[in-house]
């Protein structure tokens, strides 16, 4: 309740219901006359001046809204008397925009929940020695020490040291990469054995999280197509609106009609032919769905973006990092004598000090594989090289083999300085990646094409382990974009899903790009739609299905408020419509539609979280593949 009354729109609205609450039943009970009107004149001010000041500066641009239209109604039904049904009218108005402002903050207060993605501080190296500051706060040509395990905090070149940087945050490359003096490391990416001193290069605000922060701030703020037709519609039809009611008003004053019952006749149709409903019909199908969207990890960056997934024939998917996890997992274990148990268990003894991923991924089958790790002492990591321990008396040593692979890695398992065996590590899918896979082409009608630069034997062997039969291996970043930009102009509505900068000019070329948020740069976010927080394979079957539900809702409210419109104007011009009746039916209208579209935040239709990496990755554990570089 304290978050709905920190929304000003909220706080009126709710003063102005309980002016309303009160001035009804005194007047009713017979209270004093200024006690009643002041509880009336609460309930206009409250209610209106937002509107009225909103109306008043359209009408010094020389346009005419509805807020103007609905101020005036109801000021001219309190001229005539009617001072229940203008309040009524202020009420429900205020109501509806209330409602309207919760939904968009609850959009923002979505989407910004999940943006907890940069390091806050960093090491700074000054005059007077090294000091803690805000990683906002660096500036080009400041320098930093990043300790093991710590994330990068601006780009920046390697003065000195020698570490490996996992790099997956930015390219969605699955192993480490050595960094030495001179090279370049990016914002986001992670430390891995080394300490480093780097040079501050770029601004830090030129990050990822920077453009994410950008994208929320649009999110909610841009309008969709059909919002923006319906409002250049609703501004000359409000001349209209006003022009009719004048009619109204002039042609039966000149044969003598009653001054009263005119004036009402006037004002009714003014309340009823209002397009309020029309207005509030499209956009909160729309925002709601950003806001599930955003709950659900997947962050949008306008209502224009849902449209277009609506309309969807055809998805792109890049492999490495989108179709595979972007991390490697031991696939294979060769010992030259004793059992294939007995080795890892040695290497991940040695190794269970380590924070290389290589070393974390050894680790892990030997946990999942329940074996006993004895202690190890005497640890010692060799940046860019490998891991050294005493395990039982014997010291063993776990490196990168220089053996040349192309579809995995080869790691080394030496014992008291001879080949006791080697470990082949490779990228595995992500959990539940056939059946993310099959949803999409249920949701799409199509299945999906695999884009990728690896070499095609591996390329394939992914599409064959995720059901996916259209592969297009060996492409360079042009030749993705090339591909997407012809199948748009053979008429296809195209999503395309990618990781890393080289992911770019596809996302960017596609109708609809969703850029992953582990391997995704500045660049490919601000070329993407939208970013994938979290399960980017699993997220766009049920996303699409969102924005085909939020689109239905939209044309429904737009069906809907446009009915009651015509029914209460032909009740009014052809009868007699009590105002009371057509400030309730019209207004209320405006609410169900507001309501209608919120009810995607209740039932949107999307599992809270989405468990198709927990249903079925336990079956497609070990269906593990090459990495691409």
Wanted: net charge negative.
């Amino acid at each position: 309740m304290s978050r709905l009354l920190s929304l000003p729109e909220v706080r009126w609205a709710a003063l102005a219901l309980a002016a309303f609450a009160l001035a009804v039943p005194a007047e009713m009970l017979g209270a004093p006359a200024p006690l009643v009107a002041a509880l009336y004149a609460a309930c206009y001010l409250a209610g209106g001046w937002e509107p009225a000041m909103e109306g008043l500066r359209a009408l010094r641009e020389r346009t005419l809204d509805v807020d103007l239209l609905m101020i005036v109604a109801a000021l001219g039904a309190a001229a005539i008397g009617q001072y229940l049904d203008g309040a009524l009218l202020i009420v429900i108005f205020a109501s509806s925009g209330a409602l309207e402002a919760v939904m968009t903050a609850r959009t923002r207060a979505g989407i910004t929940g999940l943006l907890d993605l940069a390091p806050e501080r960093a090491n700074r190296v000054g005059p007077d020695g090294e000091q803690q500051v805000r990683a906002a706060d660096l500036a080009v040509g400041d320098e930093v020490v990043v300790r093991p395990g710590e994330r990068v905090p601006a780009d920046g070149t390697v003065l000195d040291g020698v570490t490996e940087i996992d790099t997956a945050s930015l390219t969605g490359e699955p192993l480490p990469v050595r960094r030495g003096t001179g090279d370049e490391v990016h914002a986001g990416t992670v430390n891995g054995t080394g300490s480093i001193r780097v040079r501050v290069d770029k601004d830090p605000a030129d990050t990822l999280v920077a453009g994410i922060a950008a994208q929320v701030g649009r999110a909610a703020e841009t309008k969709s197509r059909r919002q923006l037709f319906v409002e250049r519609i609703e501004r000359r039809y409000s001349v209209l609106v006003v022009v009719g009611a004048l009619a109204l008003v002039a042609v039966p004053l000149a044969f003598g009609a009653d001054l009263r019952g005119t004036l009402l006749r006037a004002m009714t149709f003014m309340i009823v032919a209002s397009p309020c409903a029309i207005v509030l019909a499209t956009m909160p199908p729309l925002l709601a769905a950003i806001a599930v969207a955003g709950r659900r990890g997947v962050l949008l960056k306008d209502a224009t973006v849902v449209e277009t997934l609506a309309e969807v024939d055809a998805v792109a998917l890049d492999k490495t990092g989108t179709v595979t996890r972007g991390r490697p997992e031991v696939r294979d274990v060769r010992p030259l004598a004793g059992t294939a148990d007995a080795l890892l268990a040695l290497a991940a003894a040695a190794e269970a000090g380590s924070e290389h991923v290589l070393g974390r991924a050894v680790v892990a089958e030997a946990r999942r594989r329940g074996l006993a790790l004895a202690p190890a002492t005497d640890f010692a990591a060799v940046p860019g090289s490998g891991v050294r321990a005493v395990v039982g008396g014997r010291e063993v040593w776990v490196g990168r083999s220089a053996t040349p692979a192309v579809d995995h890695t080869v790691v080394d398992v030496l014992v008291d300085g001879e080949p006791a065996g080697t470990l082949v590590l490779a990228d595995e899918l992500r959990p539940g990646a056939r059946a993310a896979v099959a949803a999409l082409a249920d949701a799409v009608g199509e299945a999906p094409a695999l884009l990728t630069g690896d070499a095609a034997g591996p390329a394939e062997g992914v599409a064959a382990r995720v059901g996916v039969s259209r592969v297009h291996a060996g492409l360079l970043p042009a030749d993705k974009a090339a591909i997407v930009d012809g199948w748009r102009a053979e008429g296809r509505i195209v999503l395309a899903v990618g990781d890393g900068i080289n992911d770019a000019p596809l996302l960017a070329t596609a109708d609809v790009g969703l850029a992953v948020a582990e391997g995704a740069g500045s660049l490919s976010t601000e070329a993407a739609d939208g970013v994938l927080l979290r399960d980017p394979l699993g997220a766009p079957a049920p996303l699409v299905t969102l924005a085909r539900r939020a689109c239905r809702v939209a044309r429904a409210n737009l069906a809907f408020a446009a009915a009651v419109i015509v029914g209460l104007v032909v009740w009014d011009l052809a009868g007699t419509l009590p105002l009371a009746v057509g400030v309730a039916g019209h207004e209320l209208s405006t609410v169900l539609v507001c309501l209608n579209g919120l009810r995607l935040l209740v039932r949107p239709g999307w599992p809270e979280a989405v468990e198709g990496g927990e249903r079925h990755g336990a079956q497609e554990r070990g269906h593990l593949v090459g990495a691409a570089p």
